[in-house]
């Protein structure tokens, strides 16, 4: 059963930072993209990076994150990361990795197959 479950969000100040992971099981990360999106209530899924080729390692950013988040991945714990640092109260959101990406544009959330249940950043002011 693919499974994608997210962790490390929370309550941290305007400037402060968290890493958030996403833990994969019942298939092995290192072959798929992999992506971080981003919901606020009564908006739509905004893509926020991803690791759209596994193999050759390139990152794409959200113009609003840009010099801030950091997406990796650690293959031997089937895990991916997004560092996020110098947050702002606009991040606040609810964050959701997602797995395989299908076609289409990467910052469109139904390019892509698997998702986690989301964790919630909270950035005060």
């Known amino acids: 059963q693919v499974q994608l479950v997210e962790s490390g969000g929370g309550l941290v100040h305007t400037g402060g930072s968290l890493r958030l992971s996403c833990a994969a099981s019942?298939?092995?990360?290192?072959?798929?993209?992999i992506a971080w999106f981003r919901q606020a209530p009564g908006k739509d899924r905004e893509g926020v990076s991803c690791?759209?080729?596994?193999?050759?390692?390139?990152?794409y950013y959200a113009d609003s994150v840009k010099g801030r988040f950091t997406i990796s991945r650690d293959n031997a714990k089937n895990t991916v990361y997004l560092q996020m640092n110098s947050l702002k109260p606009e991040d606040t959101d609810v964050y959701y990795c997602?797995?395989?990406?299908?076609?289409?544009?990467?910052?469109?959330?139904?390019?892509?197959?698997?998702w986690g249940q989301g964790t919630q950043v909270t950035v005060s002011s």
């Open positions: 690791m759209l080729n596994p193999r050759d390692g390139s990152t």
């Open positions: 997602a797995a395989q990406w299908l076609a289409g544009s990467w910052y469109r959330s139904p390019s892509w197959n698997y």
């Open positions: 019942g298939f092995t990360l290192e072959y798929y993209g």
